[in-house]
């Protein structure tokens, strides 16, 4: 599956942004979905993943209540709606798929069997 991931930017301390990933070449709902960020001078961390049928999501705390995500299995994409956003968000984002392989699987953690290219977000204080 091929993973294009858009919508970083710049913004200020409070402010919001959609990261949008579109996903083709696989059966879409075939995947779990997730986006990771990677700080400087740290290690990639899965912040969110989402389950095929969009009802079940994770979110690593420190972004619980301010990021949600979300799937559209029509349009083959998922998307980060990002809230209140603050200084230490400040990463690179990546969206990653994982392949479904047996009947009871997890969405946290993910594997990253797939990966996008990464959209870049800078908050400001």
């Known amino acids: 599956v091929q993973l294009q991931a858009s919508g970083g930017g710049l913004v200020q301390a409070g402010g919001s942004l959609r990261l949008s990933c579109a996903a083709s070449g696989r059966t879409f709902t075939s995947f779990v979905m997730g986006w990771f960020c990677q700080a400087p001078g740290k290690e990639r961390e899965l912040v969110s993943s989402?389950?095929?049928?969009?009802?079940?999501?994770y979110y690593v705390d420190s972004v619980k209540g301010r990021f949600t995500i979300s799937r559209d299995n029509a349009k083959t994409t998922i998307y980060l709606q990002m809230d209140s956003l603050q200084p230490e968000d400040t990463a690179v984002y990546y969206c990653?798929?994982?392949?479904?392989?047996?009947?009871?699987?997890?969405?946290?953690?993910?594997?990253?069997?797939?990966w996008g290219q990464g959209t870049e977000v800078t908050v400001s204080s």
């Open positions: 989402i389950n095929p049928n969009g009802r079940n999501a």
């Open positions: 990653a798929a994982d392949a479904i392989r047996q009947i009871h699987y997890v969405i946290h953690p993910m594997r990253g069997d797939y």
